[in-house]
């Protein structure tokens, strides 16, 4: 038998329906945060709120991957392989994410010098603390507890040691390694839950 008989391939309507019930508010603002969250921890690249990658906002990144299935010749939704058209969605944002750090990445390299007007320039502090304290919001609701909160600036963000934490928050190398475990369990499901 054919690959396309085993295949299922929804029609444009059903795109067209599935993609207007899941774009809801609460959803809109899960991608963002699985955007945020996967630029960081995957990409190391801290986004800037008020200036994208190269002026490229995570909400065009939304919306590049709305329209790319709005029209059949772009993205299909093969029901065969994800029955449930948000992992179809979550699978081509993962894809429009990823092309966009590459353009990023090519113009960063090829792109000299760097002015002050450049999006190139290290995002604003206050922008990056606000993306974080949503993150934080997030973690706090699966039930991080202080010592993961107090954790993840030095661990994530400033890239310290273990021991250096541990001297610094008073505890074992075992018992922030532990922390850390938990940690990171969560932070996996920020970025893969909330898709």
């Not at 990023?104 to 320039?121: F, G, M, Q, R, W």
């Not at 699966?142 to 610094?168: H, S």
């Not at 928050?169 to 932070?187: A, C, P």
């Amino acid at each position: 038998m054919k690959k396309n008989n085993l295949t299922k391939i929804a029609t444009q309507t059903e795109i067209n329906n599935a993609l207007i019930g899941f774009l809801q508010p609460e959803e809109t603002r899960k991608l963002w945060l699985y955007a945020f969250s996967r630029l960081f921890y995957i990409f190391k690249i801290k986004y800037d709120k008020d200036k994208g990658i190269f002026s490229f906002t995570i909400e065009d990144m939304i919306q590049e991957t709305n329209i790319a299935f709005l029209y059949s010749e772009r993205r299909n939704w093969n029901k065969t392989r994800f029955p449930d058209f948000r992992d179809q969605y979550y699978s081509a944002f993962d894809s429009v994410i990823s092309n966009t750090v590459k353009k990023y990445l090519e113009k960063a390299n090829n792109h000299s010098p760097i002015l002050d007007t450049d999006a190139y320039v290290a995002p604003d502090d206050h922008a990056f603390e606000e993306q974080k304290e949503l993150l934080m919001i997030e973690l706090r609701k699966m039930g991080a507890t202080d010592e993961e909160i107090l954790l993840f600036e030095p661990y994530y963000i400033d890239k310290m040691k273990r021991y250096d934490i541990a001297v610094l928050m008073g505890l074992s190398v075992k018992e922030i390694t532990n922390i850390q475990k938990k940690l990171k369990r969560k932070l996996f499901v920020v970025a893969n839950f909330y898709r």
